[in-house]
């Protein structure tokens, strides 16, 4: 064991060791305020993938962008009216590598309640106080926040590489590999055309090693990458009581209730301390292997602080990451009824709730969603996959219609010690000081899985956001500090990894 | 027992058995047009009573249309800013008996969806069909429908009051009782000041019989009258999980998810067949009377036809009034997260719902409330009555905050065979041609318990509303045959009633 540790240590030293992070701080602090006014441009720019034009904007920009640094762009759609994953590809004279850089540029929606600053016109805040940062002078505070849908989630990864570039451009350092960027519109939309594209791309995206920038950091601040995501399938649920509201004192005691079958169902699926009622579906679960095992135990623990910042007098499991290895359902919304002054005491018409399921490697979407109907079925439901009518509703004691999500995904994995990975983890090791961390997979999902699996290619997630930054709810934002220190790292993996 | 029934018989006979219907009928029939456009103009008034300033210019206008009839009016008010009751009293020279008629002006809120026209603009529509029918000729149909908030709940017996008087003066038919009238103007709003009004005016109110003017009539469309009501206690209950929104992939393992907690909790409240599951809560309910079981036993079976129009596949009871005589739970909404186009993979930072229990005679809504809150706090739930903070939060692994309430009732309950109640029962059954159905108890509630127990009075519940009037809900109707019937109804009860 020692010996194999001495040779690994070896092969690091063996390596060229040299990272450019002290040129690229030096440009950065020099262009503080350039950096932060393009990716404040960049936030600005309306990007839910459900309004084509917006994300079509973007799509135009950051090509344009990619060209003005040399790129050779395209905008890759599986038809007209879907968004455009934005393709752009350097070559390095000599490199021996290519790498290709995954990111989305496209944002979760924004009609959350709460946002405290307008989604699409990004603010800089230091604590709670709005901070002119165009007037003041001196160094940005790394800590101040940039506010805005996308600053976390997933424009920072857009902005590192695009800085990354200008600093080693600036400097006179040159990438030492192939660059091929995929840059996609519809993530947030669960990637309904990632794979499509991808397969009708093979040639173009090849690669030896894809960087997935995308997801948070590790909470402790520390540098973290990951070897695979977690899958995905969602589903909206729909129960049925009487075909028009109906007053529950006069008919409550004698008419199904659409809310309580829908909590009875939900509590039947789930225990309190989150293990899945539905049968079969660990069977396909691996066991953590003992280098999952050993790389969970290495993080950080953060829990406690995780516990008093959230507010939480308890948590499902001891470690935040315990449960990345096997599914989780997670109960998204339930709905049924009027609250607040359009409450009535009527027996509601029907009760929905939304839920995802996330899958971890060897669980396929399709026989998870076989065992979900079974397990329904099982319970007396009769299934329907469309608004049931009242025919089938007089004939089943128990109606329910189940919509799956479009955009399933399967889970993916690399293993920690593959040679693209030892690379990556090398590189961001010399660009921040110390061993990053590494995390067997991510509790998040990714249309990504669709592009490991097309391309066959061995995968490291590269996060850069801080962990705290609301990604997917209301008031998303980027600790200004992790966008700096994301161009440094993403400088390094442009001109710092081999393998 | 035949002798009984004899006896009975010619207790019914010996009484003066004169009802005024026919004369009513032909003097409506003459002025169907008037009558239906004085009620349009009544449910046209907004009366939700959350805006003073609707239900005031109700009041105002009820005040003027009982003074044009002969009634002195005061307005009843626990304080400015609450809605009023308005009371009339109109003395017949000679009579004997004092009949006290309540009815509620207010309405339930109208913020549902799904209204086909706005609640205060009233439409008559013959099936989906509006109809024009102030300018059509001949006959207006029994079965067209006048669609509005408050249409059946209740203006309905406000309007068949003033048309029944109108329908008796025009007629030259003198009342044989003297009539005081209270129209509450928050009743849908769980009657809170009601009990005060009454307190602070039982002589003005003396009566030797309330006739308690709200509910639906029996699904038959026969005439029903009841002997109670149910009470009521409604909650609001709140789970919280993370203090803010977190994905769900990252987090959802790990955080308490208030959607499952909210789902186990109402599953653990009440079972498949509506059996409520929180320990005591039966101990108060007497057992049904050989008498309330024969009357139930009475009412028509309406319950196949009821499944096919509600179209549902079970019930929770065989007959619909089989639960009447106990409490029922009903869970009227649940809200977590967001779903449709803003729907977002996170778990959400709270979950709430909303629950009444209906109460059976013997049930105090005190007592009620204390085992709800001893059932949450043996499940493990740490119990508070306001916005929890951090701290609370961070110290209980489960923190649920249970907002009861306003204006819990008590159910009540006048004897099937009371010498009122018979009264009213051959009056109505002189009217229509038939014995009126009886019902024990509403399965509703009503803040007239509370001048039940104040006045210490018999009453008697007269429906004249058709049973899908849609009330508490969108699109609430009345069938305009049923307003009809009610004014000869309210006649009958002004003009032929002695005990």
């Known amino acids: ?24 701080r030096s440009w950065r602090q020099a262009h503080e305020r350039q950096v932060l006014d393009d990716f404040a441009k960049l936030v600005a720019m309306p990007n839910v993938a459900t309004t084509l034009a917006d994300v079509d904007r973007n799509a135009a920009y950051l090509s344009q962008q990619l060209e003005s640094r040399g790129f050779t762009t395209r905008l890759l759609r599986a038809s007209e009216d879907t968004p455009a994953t934005v393709y752009g590809e350097r070559s390095t004279p000599g490199a021996k590598r290519t790498v290709l850089f995954y990111a989305h540029y496209d944002g979760q929606p924004v009609g959350q309640k709460g946002w405290t600053s307008k989604p699409f016109e990004p603010v800089v805040r230091a604590g709670d106080r709005i901070v002119d ?12 926040r940039i ?21 080693l451009k600036a400097r006179g350092i040159k990438p030492n590999v192939n660059i091929k960027i995929i840059w996609e519109g519809e993530e947030e939309q669960g990637s309904p055309h990632l794979a499509e594209i991808v397969r009708a791309n093979r040639e173009l995206l090849k690669a030896d090693l894809l960087i997935m920038g ?10 973290m990458i990951n070897f695979g995501n977690r899958g995905i399938t969602g589903v909206r649920l729909t129960v049925y009581g009487a075909n028009r509201p109906l007053h529950d004192g006069h008919y409550g005691s004698w008419v199904p209730s659409p809310s309580v079958m829908m909590a009875r169902l939900l509590a039947s699926m789930r225990d309190d301390t989150g293990q899945i009622l539905i049968p079969g579906i660990y069977d396909d679960v691996a066991p953590a292997s003992a280098a999952d095992r050993d790389a969970l135990a290495a993080l950080p623990p953060i829990e406690d602080d995780l516990r008093r910042q959230f507010a939480i007098g308890r948590t499902l499991t001891d470690r935040l990451a315990d449960g990345y290895l096997q599914p989780t359902l997670n109960v998204r919304a339930i709905h ?20 995802d399921i996330r899958l971890v490697p060897d669980q396929k979407p399709a026989r998870v969603q076989e065992q979900v109907e079974r397990f329904l079925t099982g319970l007396g439901w009769f299934v329907v996959h469309d608004t049931p009518d009242a025919a089938t509703r007089l004939a089943h004691p128990k109606v329910i219609r189940v919509d799956w999500d479009e955009g399933s995904s399967e889970a993916i994995k690399t293993a920690l010690d593959s040679p693209a990975g030892l690379a990556v983890a090398q590189s961001i090791g010399r660009t921040v000081g110390y061993p990053v961390l590494k995390l067997p997979i991510s509790g998040g999902s990714s249309g990504i899985a669709d592009v490991v699996n097309a391309l066959q290619v061995p995968m490291v997630g590269v996060s850069i956001a801080n962990f705290d930054d609301n990604q997917h709810a209301q008031n998303e934002n980027l600790r200004i500090g992790n966008l700096w220190d994301g161009i440094e790292v993403y400088a390094g993996l442009l001109a710092d990894m081999s393998w």
């Not at 940062?133 to 101040?144: K, L, Q, V």
């Not at 995308?214 to 540098?223: A, E, F, T, V, Y």
């Open 336 to 355: 049924v009824g009027d609250e607040g002054p359009n409450a009535a005491n009527a027996v509601a018409t029907e009760a929905s709730a939304s839920l």
């Open 147 to 167: 506010y805005g849908r996308g600053t976390g989630d997933d424009k920072a990864s857009v902005q590192a590489m695009l800085s990354a570039l200008d600093a």
């Open 1 to 24: 064991m020692k010996r194999a540790l001495l040779c690994l240590a070896l092969v690091a030293t063996a390596l060229p060791a040299r990272t450019p992070a002290p040129d690229v």
């Open 133 to 144: 940062w165009r007037s003041t002078s001196g160094p940005i505070d790394p800590d101040w």
């Open 214 to 223: 995308d997801g948070p950091m590790h909470q402790s601040g520390k540098q």
